[in-house]
């Protein structure tokens, strides 16, 4: 950093505003939020790097040292983070809440401040129940993708957050997400599906669970057994009847897609990590999950969430992202999750009816295509972690967690990843699902045309098409020979025959 820069953040530094100030006043110990705000000389304006936003206010909205000034403001003009948040309440004791409210019995950001801290902290404040005062929702609907509505008379605030106490994450509404949501990417894949033959549509199917398969285990750089692959096929198979909230199904599926070696019975008791194998052959460390103790109350709070977020009102790809990144990052078990993590994808993009009924989008096939900005997005969530999980090695070289992590995990925002996701389905419908589709059309055209210049064994004709096809619609002199039975002038008419199939596609 420049001596210029390192001025112009110290002068920085001491105008923060709403979270910003909340995070840094009470030394809240998690990773800066999404939008930061300061007070500056000049006009109102924004910044905007990659998934930062800095938000710049004239003087007019200077709140002072003031922990209640900082909050409404923070409830007022920005997406929250609800680690910032609770964890700027939880150290701002209740006093100071119950004093605002007595002071605002009917203000909606001191109500909604009431209902934050005795949602999320689990402490009831020494005040009576509202009496008056219109129904306010606790996150603005304007600033987040939201549930459904559940009243909190206590507060008089609608309760439309995406998860519970004990689990609860947060999706801003970006502009980027307003965009993808708009389309309609769902409705563009029935319109695709419903203009193919049945008959071809459920050999296309078939292939694409086995694409997703041979995918989701290569992000890993796994090659599975055929018997691996067919068990994943089949829960692939079963995934809009898959239970996210029973425990017992989300174990009984992880027994069903690893090494029988490798399953596990209940949730993960010891502490995990990922990493990678350096050249001196030590570990280098990448992220690490949560505390083995923390795990039963994630994955509970998981699972509320994910009946929560598959219910009505909340967008089915940002569901599935909330629901799939957030069961990889608590890691529950030993070996599956990354797979049980793309396969909870299916299942939520299923359930909620945003896939065309038997078929599947091959999502996996996509990421591969992305891997390196798959890597990012988790890179984005994990790194940060890291600096503030106090961990070490024991002597048996495994690793230990010190400090209380679990809200780095339970209030993160999953924005990013329900972005990342929706650029991923968007690319399996608009090149995996109609390539598939668009391919077994021209072959099928092209086997019948071919067998009308020479009624060859299916094999032998199939064969024929599919060299051709990968090179250009022509047979290459080298594949030739494999066909002496055929002339040139039968050669030459099944090449025009392809041409013919594939133009026909294309219209």
Avoid at 84 to 109: K, Q, S
Avoid at 181 to 201: F, H, K, N, Q
Avoid at 348 to 366: D, E, K, N, Q
Wanted: with cysteine.
């Amino acid at each position: 950093m420049s001596d210029a820069q390192a001025e112009n953040h110290e002068m920085l530094a001491g105008r923060r505003i709403g979270q910003a100030w909340l995070r840094a006043f009470f030394d809240v110990r998690v990773p800066a939020p999404c939008t930061e705000s300061y007070v500056v000389a000049g006009a109102r304006r924004t910044e905007t790097s990659g998934d930062r936003t800095t938000e710049f206010y004239p003087r007019s909205y200077a709140t002072g040292d003031d922990p209640v000034a900082n909050l409404r403001f923070a409830l007022r003009y920005e997406p929250l983070d609800l680690r910032v948040l609770v964890g700027a309440m939880a150290a701002m004791g209740p006093e100071t809440i119950e004093a605002w409210v007595r002071a605002e019995p009917t203000g909606a950001y001191a109500r909604r401040a009431w209902f934050f801290y005795e949602h999320f902290l689990g402490c009831r404040l020494d005040l009576p129940d509202a009496t008056a005062g219109n129904y306010v929702f606790a996150l603005d609907e304007d600033k987040h993708i939201t549930g459904a509505r559940r009243n909190s008379p206590r507060q008089r605030v609608a309760d439309n957050l995406l998860g519970t106490p004990a689990f609860c994450p947060i999706v801003r509404r970006t502009s980027r997400l307003a965009e993808r949501m708009a389309l309609r990417i769902d409705e563009e894949a029935r319109e695709l599906v419903a203009s193919y033959d049945p008959a071809l549509l459920a050999r296309a199917v078939s292939y694409l669970y086995t694409k997703e398969t041979r995918s989701s285990f290569a992000i890993e750089g796994e090659s599975p057994s055929p018997q691996r692959a067919e068990r994943f096929v089949a829960a692939l198979r079963r995934g809009a009847s898959f239970d996210a909230g029973s425990k017992a199904a989300i174990v009984d599926l992880q027994n069903a897609i690893v090494d029988p070696r490798y399953a596990a019975r209940d949730w993960r008791d010891f502490q995990n990590f990922v990493g990678s194998m350096t050249v001196d052959f030590r570990e280098d460390v990448h992220f690490i999950c949560p505390r083995p103790q923390d795990v039963p109350l994630l994955m509970g709070g998981w699972m509320e969430a994910a009946r929560r977020v598959m219910g009505p009102g909340v967008d089915p790809v940002v569901a599935a992202a909330v629901t799939a990144f957030a069961f990889v990052f608590i890691h529950p078990f030993e070996d599956g999750n990354g797979r049980i993590h793309r396969f909870l994808i299916h299942h939520v993009l299923s359930r909620t009816g945003f896939t065309p009924g038997g078929v599947i989008f091959p999502v996996s096939a996509a990421i591969v295509r992305d891997q390196r900005g798959y890597d990012e997005v988790l890179e984005s969530f994990s790194q940060p972690l890291l600096a503030f999980t106090d961990w070490g090695w024991t002597a048996e070289r495994e690793i230990i967690v010190r400090n209380d992590t679990a809200s780095l995990f339970r209030y993160f925002d999953a924005t990013r990843f329900a972005e990342y996701l929706y650029d991923r389905v968007i690319d399996t419908v608009r090149i995996d699902l109609k390539e598939e589709l668009g391919f077994l059309a021209v072959f099928d055209r092209a086997l019948e045309a071919v067998r009308d210049i020479v009624d060859m064994p299916d094999r032998r004709a199939s064969l024929l098409i599919r060299l051709m096809l990968q090179n250009g619609g022509r047979l290459s002199q080298a594949k030739r020979r494999q066909f002496d039975e055929l002339s040139d002038a039968e050669i030459a008419a099944m090449e025009i025959a392809l041409q013919r199939a594939r133009t026909a596609s294309e219209d």
